[in-house]
């Protein structure tokens, strides 16, 4: 289906972002990571190629996708050891991958996938990651990458000393952007002396029983957090969140004290959101938590403290107690 390329013969010196592919479909942060890759490789005048792991082209399912994304080129790894994830051998490819096509910079989304082989990939390498970048810019000629650090109270630049640059973008940190132009495709042939064979056997597949949540697209966000002040009063979110067809939220302390499952956690160690609406109970607004929805259109901060910093920075403010609002919403909105 697409032109074959020897891995060898692949250009050299761009930009390489890791297109996550599961059960034949691509994890929307793929696409949300070729946004700051494409304005670096504009300034940088490199290519910005998304590189995919599939056992099959045919059981594909978002070609049409790819075909409107912003990256140059989309080189496609086939083989049939590549169906089920396997870290080792994820890595080895994309490690010869490296080596045969010298990037200036690899890249990968923050999901479960990508925090477990861009560690591996930099190990074997001996090349420095950071991790959890949620901005990209150049300045002197380099790519400087933003991260929280030090329990996330500051935010460092920080500037690799390895080439290539390595990291992991936040999930939700970057939007979205479609092109005009179809990228080039390629189906990349790996060398005919590299071993497919992998440590890990995958005996069975069961499909998770629970669905992943959509936080990070969801149009409206209820986030809730200790002002709520009980387990309880907190899965009243996901009440609300059914009537108003929107996704629940939370900040890092209740996502430690086990009132919800820490895949909801917004913020600088979550999950970045930029809702139309975005609404804040019981939520102080910590900058750990507000880094990740300043960018919402609209903010609605429910909160007794009209000094609290949410209050501040929302567009309407609503001084009370969070649970007896909460209450209150759910009783008139189901009406």
């Known amino acids: 289906m697409f032109k074959k390329y020897r891995l060898e013969n692949l250009e050299k010196g761009n930009l390489i972002a890791f297109g996550e592919v599961f059960q034949g479909m691509l994890h929307p942060s793929s696409i949300e990571i070729l946004t700051p890759l494409k304005d670096l490789g504009l300034k940088l005048n490199k290519k ?3 590189v995919c792991l599939i056992d099959d082209v045919d059981s594909f399912k978002d070609l049409e996708l790819l075909k409107k994304c912003i990256a140059d080129e989309i080189w496609m790894v086939c083989h049939q050891e590549l169906a089920h994830f396997r870290d080792d051998l994820y890595a080895e490819v994309l490690v010869e991958m490296v080596k045969a096509t010298d990037p200036c910079g690899l890249f990968f989304p923050a999901t479960s996938i990508g925090c477990s ?7 074997r390498l001996n090349l420095g990651l950071c991790a959890h970048v949620n901005h990209l810019e150049i300045e002197d000629g380099k790519i400087v990458m933003t991260r929280p650090t030090y329990g996330e109270n ?4 920080l500037i690799s000393n390895t080439s290539p640059v390595m990291a992991t973008l936040s999930i939700g940190a ?7 132009k179809e990228p080039k495709f390629f189906e990349v042939e790996m060398p005919s002396d590299f071993s497919w064979v992998s440590k890990l056997k995958v005996r069975r597949f069961t ?11 969801a149009k409206v966000v209820i986030a809730g957090g200790r002002g709520l002040r009980s387990k309880e009063n907190f899965q009243k979110l996901f ?6 067809r929107a996704e629940v939220g939370a900040t890092r302390p209740v996502c430690y004290e086990g009132w919800v499952e820490e895949d909801r956690m917004i913020g600088i160690s979550g999950v970045t959101v930029r ?7 019981g939520i102080s607004g910590a900058l750990q938590h507000t880094v990740g929805m300043e960018n919402s259109e609209y903010i609605v901060a429910v909160n007794i403290d009209k000094e609290a910093p949410l209050v501040k920075m929302a567009h309407l403010g609503l001084i009370g ?5 909460l209450d209150l919403l759910i009783k008139r909105l189901k009406k």
Not at 174 to 180: L, P, R
Not at 239 to 244: P, T
Not at 321 to 325: E, F, G, L, N
């Open 174 to 180: 970057f939007s979205a952007i479609y092109g005009e």
């Open 239 to 244: 009440e609300l969140a059914e009537v108003l």
């Open 48 to 50: 910005v190629v998304l």
């Open 154 to 157: 500051i935010i460092a630049k």
């Open 321 to 325: 107690d969070a649970p007896k609002v």
């Open 117 to 123: 082989l861009a560690p591996r990939i930099a190990g």
């Open 275 to 281: 809702p139309k609406v975005y609404i804040g109970l």
């Open 207 to 217: 499909p998770a029983a629970k669905q992943p949540n959509r936080l990070s697209t």
